[in-house]
């Protein structure tokens, strides 16, 4: 632990200058922000023409017809021209809020909110959460319309709404209450951990932050999802038959199979697993149900079992505590940095004593250009992952010597095309829109994959024979 901490003061003394340089870091905040938000504009104007082609790729000319095709296209491009927009007008008021001063005022005004329940500026935990209360509707509030309009204009255009005003409305609800239940304790004891600990929070932290993520995988399932959907136990059938087999032979821990009512919301369809390692639960959208036949269905569930297998989620969340690491790390050279705050508009008594949820927030806005770079990595490794998954479907007959199950891979392959055409999916896609947003290859890719794959395993039974 000594060793940790000696070299985590070393690359405190290389991040000196944060305190001692005269550097105007809501300029920087503002030209990095705005370099971001610029790129991903760039990148849907890249990706906006393929919207116009009028056939899709070759290798899925047989499964779409004209009409979904075009669909599909419409949906792509009111998608774009909504992305758009909407990442313009949050960057300006983002950009607003921080060329106004409006952190400073929140925390002025979480400050006399405070006061006036007879609390001085010592309790800054107190103010802290005051003080994120008061952020929150701000910048929360504007998304509003935006978010009524792609759920009630947008998604009904095309289909896919079938949320009502009144679940809209007790959906944002529920999601605010949620977040003040679980919200506030988690960042006073956020903080608590920051002054208990001091200059050796590190470790300390993210022992607490993985501590929470093990308590929300299980809250998660049993506490927070039952108030938007419904969980029932999948009927009996040949659906039920098939999952349960293809875990038991795998040996997956499965306690519970779950039908969830999506299509309460959305057409939109999916299927995952979730669990603590000795217990997972695998929950199928009844949407997909309704769309694919139990055959396709368990080959998606062999997909996402060979992200079990290979053990993904574990690799993900060893991926995500060192990028936590590494901004814990740096977080102290802007914590006790006064100057850091006084660029920001913060009074000179606030800036002397820099509280830490505001030098934190302000320390993740200098990390947004560094953050983008990093999300671009994080994408490549999950679509290596999902070309593993893939894979593992394809090859899972030899697995498990279930010569039943030797078209496990065309069957991955009809049920991605059914999702894509019910979803009415973009199959066109740009290479570098692609890199920066998507966490899978795209269906064009994934299809060739899975052929190159079968081809191998057919080439290798056939030098066995």
């Known amino acids: 632990m000594d060793l940790l901490h000696s070299q985590l003061a070393v690359l405190q003394q290389k991040l000196a200058f944060v305190a001692t340089d005269p550097i105007d870091w809501k300029f920087y905040v503002q030209a990095c922000s705005w370099g971001v938000t610029l790129f991903e504009s760039y990148l849907l104007l890249r990706q906006y023409p393929l919207y116009s082609k009028t056939s899709p790729p070759e290798v899925l000319a047989g499964h779409f017809d004209d009409g979904a095709f075009q669909k599909s296209q419409n949906y792509g491009r009111d998608k774009a021209k909504f992305s758009l927009v909407t990442g313009l007008l949050k960057q300006a008021l983002d950009s607003a809020m921080l060329h106004y001063g409006l952190y400073a005022f929140a925390w002025d005004i979480g400050g006399r909110m405070t006061t006036y329940l007879g609390y001085g500026s010592e309790y800054e935990i107190l103010q802290s959460l005051a003080f994120s209360i008061v952020l929150f509707l701000v910048s929360s509030l504007p998304s509003i319309p935006l978010s009524a309009y792609q759920t009630f204009v947008l998604e009904e255009k095309h289909g896919f709404n079938k949320t009502t005003p009144t679940l809209f409305v007790t959906d944002l609800l529920k999601g605010w209450a949620i977040g003040f239940v679980i919200g506030m304790p988690f960042l006073a004891a956020f903080l608590y951990v920051f002054k208990w600990a001091g200059d050796r929070f590190v470790p300390w932290l993210m022992a607490f932050l993985l501590a929470f993520q093990i308590i929300m995988v299980i809250l998660y399932p049993t ?103 590494t901004i814990l790390a740096m977080f102290p050279a802007f914590l006790h940095a006064p100057q850091f705050l006084r660029a920001f508009d913060f009074s000179k008594v606030v800036s002397s004593r820099p509280p830490t949820i505001v030098a934190f927030l302000l320390f993740q806005m200098i990390l947004t250009p560094l953050e983008a770079i990093i999300g671009i990595a994080l994408n490549f490794l999950s679509r290596q992952f999902e070309w593993e998954a893939d894979r593992f479907a394809c090859e899972i007959q030899d697995r498990l010597s279930a010569p039943e199950m030797n078209d496990m891979g065309e069957r991955l392959g009809r049920a991605l095309i059914t999702l894509h055409v019910k979803n009415l999916s973009t199959v066109w896609v740009d290479w570098l829109y692609s890199a920066y947003h998507h966490s899978h290859p795209t269906l064009t890719e994934r299809l060739k994959a899975l052929q190159a794959f079968q081809a191998k395993r057919d080439g290798a039974a056939k030098k066995e024979l």
């Not at 108030?227 to 795998?250: D, I, M, Q, V």
């Not at 199928?284 to 055959?295: G, N």
């Open 223 to 325: 506490v927070i999802q039952p108030l938007f959907n419904k969980l029932s136990p999948l009927p009996a059938g040949e659906l039920r038959t098939r999952t349960e087999s293809l875990a038991t032979k795998l040996k997956f821990p499965l306690k519970h199979l779950y039908e969830i009512d999506g299509s309460k919301r959305s057409s939109h369809s999916n299927a995952y697993f979730f669990g603590l390692p000795w217990s997972k639960h695998i929950v199928i959208f009844d949407t997909l149900i309704k769309e694919s036949k139990p055959d396709e269905v368990e080959a998606v569930l062999a997909h996402e079992l060979g992200h079990w297998y290979h053990m993904h989620p574990t690799k993900l969340l060893c991926v995500s505590q060192l990028h936590i690491f």
